[in-house]
């Protein structure tokens, strides 16, 4: 049983024991903790506190529940010099993340067209386990995917110029290096640049249901209740999938003194500045880009399907990109430890960056105010945009909840749920969903994740993002 000591309404601590070397930090209410408490959620953030170099503590969002490694929801800092990088706190989906597209259209012009629109989409996006793309890359070509990042598909017409400014870190981090991958993960990917995959992944057609903050929602393009947005949630494909096979397999291999050491083997880890570490950072970073410009690809096939289906220009149509954020990732941040700046690498696993207004990172028009943050819900319930505050700093570095949170197995969601009543319920409040198969309906039954609107409020309350607007879908694509 894990010790649990309450700090305040939603603020929850395990304190400092044995081999940890921080205390774990838990964001919740009662509710969403008592969650936590039926898988290993709370045994793994302890776990999480004992590895070397970590700062202040480690973190659990409010959606956290049992991951590989670390808790998904999970977020960790380690000192640059003394620190380690691990890819149990990174996840398999390297870079998966979420970006919202806006529009000018309004919920009435759009469903009488909207099921022409899903078709329309789904035949452009492919989607399911293995699926590929409609681009056929070189060698050469998928190098400077991975290693330009989003100034690749700007220059290649996938992107609009600016784009790149809403996307975080630009869409680009620094120093990929496809020389750092297997040749096993260069052919998974190669191929894959512009698909969804399966799973939770989803494009979601939705309308704005409610404006908490208008003044911040219109700067973001959210102008007015009964507006059309597009929600995108995927990432690195088989590609960043193998990129942390290969180095998971690679570092227990090469250090076999650590795995003994470890209250679990999942979080086998390099130190950054080793060998091992510094290539590991070079393929994560290129599994990054990758991911990032696969979701460029979809955005742009998506504002082709807008333009085939209505018949005007995607400009016209003010497809524009509010922002996109990672939810899998490592970055090297500044924070305020102990009353100093540090260089730091944090970890998000499961867990979203959330600046506030003045981050030097930031675009100018969200240095005004703060950054987007995005919370998608679970199939056929509200996803909402937020905005990172002051008070992320010292709560979470600057991390925020990235969904729902999971809490029926994959395979526990099929024992219980039949695709009919699945699809039947969804229909009756009036959402149409396409999917490539059955299975990957039933999986991703609404009960199959914690409530959206629970861990929102937390996050909301706790001051670590605030809400600005909530989203219902109309449509989902699925693999």
């Not at 590989?68 to 380690?78: D, E, K, T």
């Not at 880890?269 to 290129?286: I, P, R």
């Not at 941040?333 to 959330?354: C, F, P, S």
Request: glycine share 8%; with cysteine; aromatic share 8%.
């Amino acid at each position: 049983m894990v010790n649990v000591k309450r700090l305040s309404e939603y603020i929850w601590e395990i304190p400092r024991e044995g081999k940890m070397n921080v205390p774990a930090r838990i964001y919740a209410s009662e509710k969403l903790l008592n969650k936590m408490k039926e898988d290993r959620t709370l045994e793994q953030a302890k776990n999480v506190a004992t590895l070397p170099g970590i700062q202040k503590f480690a973190a659990v969002m409010p959606d956290g529940h049992q991951g590989y490694g670390f808790p998904i929801g999970g977020v960790a800092a380690f000192d640059i010099n003394e620190g380690i990088i691990t890819p149990g706190g990174i996840g398999f989906d390297i870079n998966c993340g979420v970006r919202i597209i806006r529009t000018n259209l309004r919920v009435e012009e759009i469903k009488p067209k909207l099921m022409n629109l899903v078709n329309e989409i789904f035949r452009n996006i492919p989607a399911g386990v293995g699926e590929t793309g409609k681009l056929r890359l070189a060698f050469g070509q998928f190098k400077e995917v991975v290693e330009e990042g989003l100034r690749w598909a700007v220059r290649e017409g996938y992107a609009w110029k600016r784009d790149q400014y809403k996307i975080e870190s630009y869409g680009y981090l620094e120093g990929a290096d496809l020389e750092a991958v297997s040749e096993v993960a260069i052919r998974r990917g190669i191929d894959q640049l512009g698909t969804l995959g399966s799973g939770n992944h989803f494009l979601e057609i939705q309308i704005v249901d409610k404006i908490f903050d208008p003044d911040i929602a219109k700067i973001m393009g959210i102008e007015e209740e009964g507006q059309v947005t597009i929600m995108v949630h995927t990432g690195s494909r088989g590609f960043g999938h193998q990129i942390a096979s290969d180095y998971l397999s690679l570092f227990t291999r090469r250090f076999r003194n650590i795995v003994k050491q470890l209250p679990d083997r999942e979080l086998i880890y390099a130190y950054f500045n080793s060998d091992e570490g510094q290539n590991y950072w070079k393929a994560m970073a290129a599994a990054a880009n990758f991911a990032w410009n696969n979701r460029q690809l979809i955005t742009y096939w998506v504002r082709r399907s807008f333009e085939k289906v209505f018949k005007a220009d995607a400009e016209d149509l003010g497809l524009e990109l509010v922002y996109d954020i990672a939810h899998n990732i490592a970055k090297i941040e500044e924070h305020r430890i102990d009353g100093k700046k540090r260089k730091v690498i944090v970890h998000r696993k499961g867990a979203t960056r959330a600046f506030p207004a003045g981050h030097p990172e930031l675009v100018e028009e969200y240095k005004e105010i703060g950054q987007p943050v995005i919370i998608p819900g679970s199939m056929g319930t509200a996803s909402y945009i937020l905005l990172g505050l002051p008070d992320a700093e010292n709560l979470s570095f600057m991390s925020s909840a990235h969904g729902a949170g999971r809490m029926l197995s994959r395979a526990a969601a099929k024992r219980q749920y039949r695709y009919h009543e699945v699809i039947d319920r969804l229909r009756k409040i009036g959402v149409i969903i396409k999917s490539t198969t059955k299975i990957g309906v039933v999986e991703e039954v609404p009960e199959a994740y914690k409530d959206v609107d629970e861990v929102v409020r937390v996050t909301h309350e706790l001051k670590i993002s605030k809400m600005v607007a909530r989203l219902r879908p109309l449509a989902v694509i699925k693999g």
